[in-house]
T-cell receptor, first 116, second 113 residues
Framework: GAGVSQSPSNKVTEKGKDVELRCDPI?????LYWYRQSLGQGLEFLIY????????KSGLPSDRFSAERTGGSVSTLTIQRTQQEDSAVYLC??????????????FGAGSRLTVL | GESVGLHLPTLSVQEGDNSIINCAYS??????FIWYKQESGKGPQFIID?????DKRQGQRVTVLLNKTVKHLSLQIAATQPGDSAVYFC????????????FGSGTRLLVRP
């Protein structure tokens, strides 16, 4: 597609439920990132995928968070047993080539998660 | 851990004036820097980037300055317009981290008519 697409745009869930957030990156982009943005805050790195390499999961805040990227394209971020502190906007971004030394990410509009 | 921070959380400028947004970074190994603009309800949008082998780069109405000696980055916006009102983030990356971008906490720019 023309841009990075994320769904759902808004998700309200109850504490303890699992949620899945989806990201469709720009076609052909080899690198995909997930960031989390709490209200009025900066972007907190969560995880990134680069081609067929093992993902960098160093930013995941707990083992309740996981992400997959199937076929080098679509990615799903899963949060299990959601907590209120998980409430945030989850942003996905992709870039064409992480190894070029110029890593211009294109972001989606984000998925706003509210945990009641 | 390494981090990127900003000096001013909010900057208010008169329309038509120039704006300067500052950013300090802590990882001396970073060799790539980038500025993003985020409008309300939207994802961040690329503005301009710069490599560490440069100290200045210009775009349309924007200039990024890099001072590696004091690990400081700035974004200058000429003739600021109401449409420039947004939150601005700097980010850093480097070869050692495969150019994974680490973002600062952001500066909100408010343009007064």
């Amino acid at each position: 597609g023309a841009g990075v697409s994320q769904s759902p745009s808004n998700k309200v869930t109850e504490k303890g439920k699992d949620v899945e957030l989806r990201c469709d990156p720009i076609s052909g982009h080899t690198a995909l990132y997930w960031y989390r943005q709490s209200l009025g805050q900066g972007l907190e790195f969560l995880i990134y995928f680069q081609g067929n390499s093992a993902p960098d999961k160093s930013g995941l805040p707990s083992d309740r968070f996981s992400a997959e990227r199937t076929g080098g394209s679509v990615s799903t971020l899963t949060i299990q047993r959601t907590q209120q502190e998980d409430s945030a906007v989850y942003l996905c971004a992709s870039s064409p080539d992480l190894n070029s030394g110029a890593n211009v990410l294109t972001f989606g509009a984000g998925s706003r998660l509210t945990v009641l | 851990g390494e981090s990127v921070g900003l000096h001013l959380p909010t900057l208010s400028v008169q329309e038509g004036d120039n704006s300067i947004i500052n950013c300090a970074y802590s990882n001396s190994a970073s060799d790539y820097f980038i500025w993003y603009k985020q409008e309300s309800g939207k994802g961040p949008q690329f503005i301009i980037d710069i490599r560490s082998n440069m100290d200045k780069r210009q775009g349309q109405r924007v200039t990024v300055l890099l001072n590696k000696t004091v690990k400081h980055l700035s974004l200058q916006i000429a003739a600021t317009q109401p449409g420039d009102s947004a939150v601005y983030f700097c980010a850093e990356g480097g070869l050692e981290s495969s150019y994974k971008l680490i973002f600062g906490s952001g500066t909100r720019l408010l343009v007064r008519p």
